[in-house]
């Protein structure tokens, strides 16, 4: 199974502008992503997707490799899936790597593949771990549903479930991963956007609300995603406990 990983760095975030080249120690978020990720072992292939010139020469100038695409596709998936048409080789599976989650584990990542690897029935797959209490209001900790079988109920920015009477239920976080086989995403771009989806502002949902199958492995613990200020905070305190150096 050939595997390629996309990595979406937008520098015009909502939340945090310009976050892909923000410093953690001595290296930059995307940098950080991409050692992980080619560390990892678990790819082919690794490219940054980005629609900013200041990030296309960021990357090349640590060594990576990088493609420009439209700064009109609406998220990520479309991001990947617009590097993935500009990529030369083949696929079978081509994973959407965050941009902002700069301590991305192998573990995690070996997680995503796995069913692909191991001959599961999926569409799409992605990670959750147990959800941390102090994220339970978080909006921007997504949270996840699963069946029996690890497939994906639904997706939120709200707890879920309600769970009015108290039940014993393990609360889930979404790590914003995801690995497509490469059929499914040439067609995700085609997909009209859907309620959910606008709603929750969540693009899984689009894949969802059109009859895809999303399947979820478990990841042992999360890993701090960068999406606020806060977030930058809390990764900087991270690399100055761990890594000993300043931001």
């Given at each position: 199974m050939r595997a390629l990983a996309v990595i979406p760095a937008r520098y015009l975030s909502t939340r945090l502008e310009g976050k892909p080249l923000l410093k953690l120690?001595?290296?930059?978020?995307?940098?950080?992503v991409w050692?992980?990720?080619?560390?990892?072992?678990?790819?082919?292939?690794?490219?940054?997707?980005?629609?900013?010139?200041?990030?296309?020469?960021?990357?090349?100038?640590?060594?990576?490799?990088?493609?420009?695409t439209s700064s009109s596709l609406a998220n990520?998936?479309?991001?990947?899936?617009?590097?993935?048409?500009?990529?030369?080789?083949e696929y079978?599976?081509?994973?959407?790597?965050q941009g902002d989650q700069p301590f991305v584990s192998q573990a995690a990542l070996g997680a995503l593949l796995a069913p692909f690897r191991e001959g599961e029935t999926a569409d799409?797959?992605?990670v959750a771990m147990p959800l941390?209490?102090?994220?339970?209001?978080?909006?921007?900790?997504?949270?996840i549903v699963t069946d029996a079988h690890g497939r994906a109920l639904y997706f939120s920015r709200?707890?879920?479930?309600?769970?009015?009477r108290g039940v014993a239920h393990p609360y889930l976080q979404h790590l914003g991963l995801y690995a497509f086989r490469r059929d499914v995403l040439r067609q995700f771009p085609t997909l009209s956007p859907t309620p959910l989806e606008r709603a929750e502002n969540l693009e899984q949902l689009r894949a969802l609300e059109h009859g895809f199958v999303i399947l979820a492995r478990a990841a042992v613990s999360s890993s701090i995603?960068?999406?606020?200020?806060?977030?930058?905070?809390?990764?900087?305190?991270w690399v100055r406990e761990h890594e000993g150096v300043q931001s």
């Amino acid at each position: 199974m050939r595997a390629l990983a996309v990595i979406p760095a937008r520098y015009l975030s909502t939340r945090l502008e310009g976050k892909p080249l923000l410093k953690l120690g001595d290296r930059t978020v995307v940098q950080r992503v991409w050692d992980a990720t080619i560390a990892s072992g678990e790819f082919d292939d690794v490219v940054v997707a980005t629609d900013d010139e200041r990030i296309f020469d960021a990357v090349q100038g640590f060594g990576g490799s990088a493609v420009m695409t439209s700064s009109s596709l609406a998220n990520g998936s479309e991001r990947v899936a617009a590097a993935a048409d500009l990529m030369q080789g083949e696929y079978d599976v081509v994973a959407n790597v965050q941009g902002d989650q700069p301590f991305v584990s192998q573990a995690a990542l070996g997680a995503l593949l796995a069913p692909f690897r191991e001959g599961e029935t999926a569409d799409m797959t992605t990670v959750a771990m147990p959800l941390q209490p102090e994220f339970a209001d978080d909006p921007n900790t997504v949270k996840i549903v699963t069946d029996a079988h690890g497939r994906a109920l639904y997706f939120s920015r709200s707890l879920i479930p309600a769970n009015p009477r108290g039940v014993a239920h393990p609360y889930l976080q979404h790590l914003g991963l995801y690995a497509f086989r490469r059929d499914v995403l040439r067609q995700f771009p085609t997909l009209s956007p859907t309620p959910l989806e606008r709603a929750e502002n969540l693009e899984q949902l689009r894949a969802l609300e059109h009859g895809f199958v999303i399947l979820a492995r478990a990841a042992v613990s999360s890993s701090i995603e960068i999406n606020t200020p806060e977030d930058y905070e809390r990764a900087q305190a991270w690399v100055r406990e761990h890594e000993g150096v300043q931001s």
